[in-house]
């Protein structure tokens, strides 16, 4: 995690231009990923600085996060019924899963928190929201195609995870 004293942007770019290529994006606009790797925590300390924090981004990741993980299930299994491609949005679009991605991409280690939050394993709240928030700059940086290509590269397999062990439930019910 960075440090809660760095300077906005300046020590923060080799960082992000390291975290671009781990991403295999690359983006257009780079405020767009700093606000994304920005929790509110960093940002309530920094307010002066005018520090966006991610919540927006979330708030609009989140909702494209779950319309490409319906469209691939619906797409992909033909034969799974409404209830059963709501357990596989529900196990893949989850905060646990989205905090295990983030973990991957190894966001946590610079997503920018306050001072209560370094020094610690931070909640899957905050590392699943950080998820979330990338996707959102992905969308809003190159628009949809960019977003579902980076959502089916991190999340794909749990969406063929889930849907098996949906498809397995309904077997054993049959």
Known sequence: MLDHELPV?????????QFQTKLGFKFQDITLLET??????????NRKERV??????????DAV?????C??????????????????KSAVVSRRVCAEIS???????????GKGMSGGELPESVSGAAYEAIIGAI????????????VLRTIEDRIDEAAASTHQDNYKSV
Do not use: C, W
């Open 36 to 45: 994304a790797l920005t929790h509110s925590s960093y940002a309530k300390k």
């Open 71 to 88: 469209y691939e299930t619906f797409q992909k299994f033909p034969e799974f019924e409404e209830g059963d491609m709501t357990k596989v």
């Open 103 to 113: 973990q991957e991409l190894d966001l946590i280690r610079i997503l920018k928190v």
């Open 52 to 61: 966006e924090d991610n919540e927006r981004l979330e708030f609009l990741g």
């Open 9 to 17: 942007m300046t020590d923060f770019l080799p960082v992000v231009s």
């Open 139 to 150: 969308y809003l940086d190159k628009g949809f195609e960019s977003a579902r290509t980076f």
């Open 65 to 69: 996060l779950g319309f490409i993980v």
